[in-house]
């Protein structure tokens, strides 16, 4: 973790509104040096600060907020990645008009869900240490939510939704719903230490659970009559009999099906490796790799067959082939057997060639010129069908413009420049 004093930070470049800030590396939010990208590949020696105003945070990599807090304010989005995750455990992070959506884990001292904000969290763990208050919009979809001393108050303007299993656990605090909050039929809310309480403009729905060991439920306001709950001190209010043995049949913490602990890749002379490591998996289908080069518009690279259930180190790798230099985007999307799916984490990565080639025509009739800055003694060409099968191969290379004649079927081919084992990959088709 690197420290950063006062001159520092007066150094830190400005950047312009509206500016995407990527992780490059594990560390401090505040790091002014290593830490944050704009392009996703090299350090911009400038951070995010502490208020976002309009901007895109994506998170990659484990960031520490130390004490100093956050506002995401004024339209900005935050992408937490499975590889990522967020520690403000010694501060308070604040969602204003702006949304955050992470499949790593969150750790706030205090967490505040303003009106017309909204926090989604997938697969991982939110741990709270003093108090969350939702005026806008969190949902809690197959994953944990922990508080470890404080309360949870869902204000009259908030939604809470717990879905796919999600389970909330108090270890001291209450529960206070002013607002509506949703339970699917296997989520739970269950507190330790702590009350449980329904106002009278609050509306709890669904068929799910709620459980005070050490403590009392009462309701006020909507409660539905499928929600199974048990109170270990006094009731009130309550619209179906306690039933303690249906409640605790749900309340078990959530077992997340991938933990991905790594998710990166590098360029290579005519192709980018792609890579990416599981700790564990449980009941995981496959894999999709995807890339794109606006980060909008994604098109398949590939599908990898995953683990299925196991305990072990699962190791992936991709290879893309790549036609022409530039800045390409990756993500990682994991599936599981039921179909649910996981986007594992976006990586940046710049591709490398080593000779500006092209093919003319392309398209062409089986005929054409392949077009080179340079050619030197050792330089080879050969070509290869969609299946890999070698069709053609120019053993010895001679002049810039070279005539290449392979009398090939219509179909689409790969030529491969070789020089001393690096390569380079042009695509063309033969019609």
């Known amino acids: 973790m690197k420290n950063w004093i006062l001159i520092i930070a007066l150094s830190v470049p400005i950047v312009s509104f509206a500016t995407t800030y990527t992780t490059l590396e594990n560390g401090d939010w505040g790091d002014p040096n290593e830490l944050w990208s704009l392009n996703g590949v090299t350090p ?26 956050l506002v995401l304010t004024n339209g900005s ?28 884990d969150i750790s706030a001292k205090k967490l505040m869900v303003d009106y017309m904000a909204s926090l989604n969290l997938y697969w991982a763990e939110l741990s709270i240490v003093t108090r969350m208050e939702v005026n806008g919009y969190v949902g809690i979809h197959f994953a944990n939510l922990v508080v470890d001393a404080g309360n949870i108050n869902i204000f009259e ?38 009350n449980i309480k329904n106002f009278t403009s609050g509306v709890i729905n669904g068929g799910g659970s709620m459980i005070s060991n050490n403590g009392n439920i009462q309701n006020e306001g909507v409660w539905d009559v499928l929600i199974k709950w048990c109170s270990q001190g006094s009731d009130f209010g ?28 590098e ?22 790799v995807e890339r794109s080069l606006d980060g909008e518009n994604w098109a398949l690279v590939a599908q990898v067959d995953g683990s299925g259930t196991t305990s072990e180190e699962s190791k992936y790798t991709v290879r893309d082939l790549i036609e022409e230099p530039n800045t390409y985007y990756y993500r990682l999307i994991q599936f599981d057997f039921n179909l649910s799916q996981k986007q594992a984490g976006v990586i940046t990565i710049e591709s490398l060639r080593i000779n500006n080639a092209c093919i003319y025509p392309n398209p062409n009739n089986g005929e054409f010129t392949l077009l080179m800055d340079e050619v030197k003694p050792g330089y080879a060409v050969s070509i290869f069908d969609v299946n890999g099968t ?3 191969e120019v053993p010895d290379l001679y002049g810039k413009r070279i005539e290449i004649k392979p009398q090939l079927e219509t179909g689409v081919y790969l030529l491969i420049i070789d020089k001393d084992g690096t390569t380079e990959t042009l695509r063309f088709i033969v019609k």
Not at 44 to 69: A, E, F, K, R
Request: with cysteine.
């Open 77 to 104: 989005y935050m992408l937490i990645n499975a590889t990522g995750s967020l520690d403000g455990s010694a501060g308070v992070i604040t969602i204003q008009t702006s949304e955050v959506e992470a499949y790593g």
């Open 238 to 265: 309550m619209p179906s009999p306690e039933d303690c043995y249906g409640a605790n049949a749900n309340c078990s913490p959530v077992p997340l099906p991938v933990e991905i602990v790594s998710f990166d890749g």
């Open 390 to 392: 070698q069709v053609y």
């Open 157 to 194: 303007n908030g939604v809470f939704d717990l879905t796919e299993g999600a389970k909330l656990y108090f270890e001291f605090g209450n529960f206070n719903n002013y607002g509506v909050t949703n339970l699917c039929d296997e989520c739970c809310i269950e507190l330790g230490v702590g």
């Open 44 to 69: 911009c020696n400038c951070n995010p600060g502490t208020i976002v105003s309009g901007d895109t945070i994506i998170l990659n990599h484990d960031i520490i907020l130390q004490d100093v807090g």
């Open 267 to 288: 360029a290579k002379t005519g192709y980018n490796q792609i890579n990416w490591v599981t700790a564990t998996e449980l009941e995981c289908d496959y894999y999709i």
